[in-house]
């Protein structure tokens, strides 16, 4: 059974840091692509960053490129998303799942229950 724990989320002052973390069982994300999204209220969720198997590629949305860093430890099953110079606008939960097609199709029609990230003063 697939499972995926995102963690991670707090509420935070603009500027602010975070570092999510989504742990995934049931299936080996080495032979994934993995992708991090976020559902903000009143709107789509939207691919936020993908990471191929290997981590030597990566996409990012364009509002938060330089911002935010994907990353992936194959061997803790884990992907990991640094999140720096928080906005407002970033406010949302966030979700991560594996990839069917690059960079953002995901995988998995089930989702984890996410993570909420508040910026805000």
């Known amino acids: 059974q697939v499972q995926l724990v995102e963690s991670g989320g707090d509420l935070v002052q603009p500027g602010g840091s975070l570092r999510l973390s989504c742990a995934a069982s049931?299936?080996?994300?080495?032979?994934?692509?993995m992708s991090w999204f976020r559902q903000a209220p009143g709107k789509e969720r939207e691919l936020v960053a993908s990471i191929n198997t290997t981590g030597g590629r990566s996409n990012y949305a364009d509002s938060v490129k330089g911002r935010f860093t994907i990353s992936r430890d194959n061997a803790k099953n884990t992907v990991y998303l640094q999140m720096n110079s928080l906005k407002p606008e970033d406010t949302a939960v966030y979700y991560c799942n594996a990839l069917r097609v690059w960079p953002g199709v995901p995988r998995f029609g089930s989702w984890g229950q996410g993570t909420q990230v508040t910026v805000s003063s």
């Open positions: 049931g299936f080996t994300i080495s032979t994934y692509g």
